[in-house]
């Protein structure tokens, strides 16, 4: 029988994931050793690399032997960490995404001038973390949902403007912000969203593919936000089957038997070496396999 495999692009990882990875892969060169606190990027096959190469993780800063040095993950961190780790003289190499940071230093700004401000996303991603942390100087509340905004304070008389996690899921985002812009009509924003374009071309290409595939395979690690919208979005969008593993080894080949068109798609941490891995496995147990990369409309250029 012959089969068809779709790979839905954008395919691997991220511009920021992959510089994360490269500064992660030097530091460990350079020291032999280095600490983290968050995972670099929520990728386990990636993060098992790191650790047998000489990454260790702790769960809080005092932990790190004085003199180390400590590494940022993609997420960013909040500047109470780094305050942190500069007065214990840790050397610090910073691989928060510049999407990240450019969010994080509106933040600054918009506490600086005590706007209030609300994140949208999920108050336990270390994005959020990092994001509430720049938010110290002013009043910042997380929502999650519509009923979480209508808990929120008033607001009178002072201005409020909101930020969202970066990898949120694009339907799920719209009717939290109309909430909020309905609960301050004043509510400040330049843009709609703070989704960057790793996160949105994923999504959109999945919604567009979904509905045709007797199986998705989408690759990656549920602790990755990104990537577990994609699963929930292809099956959402009408995907007969959808298997989300770290790597192809965790799927049984009797999946395959009757199925004739197969969507391989990767989240945003997802190196092209797990893409490789599952391709090769594919050629050598279906005989005749078509594989395709689908240029999607990108809506936006991740570079
Ligand atoms: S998913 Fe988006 S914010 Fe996260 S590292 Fe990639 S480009 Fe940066």
Do not use: W
């Not at 510049?98 to 230093?105: F, G, H, L, W, Y």
């Not at 843009?191 to 007797?214: F, P, V």
């Amino acid at each position: 029988m012959d089969v068809t495999c779709y790979l839905v692009s954008p395919i691997g990882c991220c511009s920021g994931v992959k510089r994360a990875i490269g500064m992660a892969e030097q530091v460990l060169k350079m020291y032999k050793e280095a600490y983290i606190i968050e995972d670099v990027v929520h990728n386990n096959v990636v993060m098992q690399k790191m650790f047998d190469a000489g990454l260790k993780k702790v769960s809080n800063i005092d932990e790190i032997p004085d003199g180390s040095v400590v590494l940022f993950s993609v997420h960013g961190v909040a500047p109470s960490i780094v305050e942190m780790c500069e007065q214990k003289g840790l050397t610090i190499v910073d691989a928060t995404c510049s999407v990240v940071q450019t969010i994080q230093e509106s933040i600054k700004k918009s506490a600086a001038q005590k706007q209030k401000i609300v994140i949208m996303g999920n108050r336990y991603h270390p994005e959020v973390i990092g994001f509430l942390g720049c938010a110290r100087d002013t009043d910042a509340f997380v929502v999650n949902s519509e009923e979480e905004v209508g808990m929120l304070p008033d607001f009178q008389d002072c201005g409020v403007t909101y930020y969202t996690q970066t990898t949120l899921r694009i339907d799920k985002a719209t009717p939290v912000i109309s909430a909020l812009k309905n609960r301050y009509p004043n509510i400040a924003r330049e843009n709609e969203t703070d989704l960057c374009c790793g996160t949105y071309n994923r999504q959109i290409a999945i919604i567009e593919i979904a509905k045709n595939m007797d199986l998705v395979i989408v690759l990656g690690s549920r602790s990755s936000a990104n990537t577990t919208y994609l699963a929930e979005l292809a099956e959402e969008y009408g995907a007969k089957n959808v298997l989300f593993v770290d790597q192809i080894s965790e799927i049984e080949a009797s999946v395959f038997n009757n199925v004739s068109n197969i969507a391989v798609a990767t989240g945003a941490s997802t190196p092209e070496y797990i893409v490789d891995e599952t391709l090769d496995f594919l050629k050598s147990i279906i005989e005749n396999v078509n594989i395709q990369e689908i240029a999607q409309n990108r809506i936006c250029n991740e570079d």
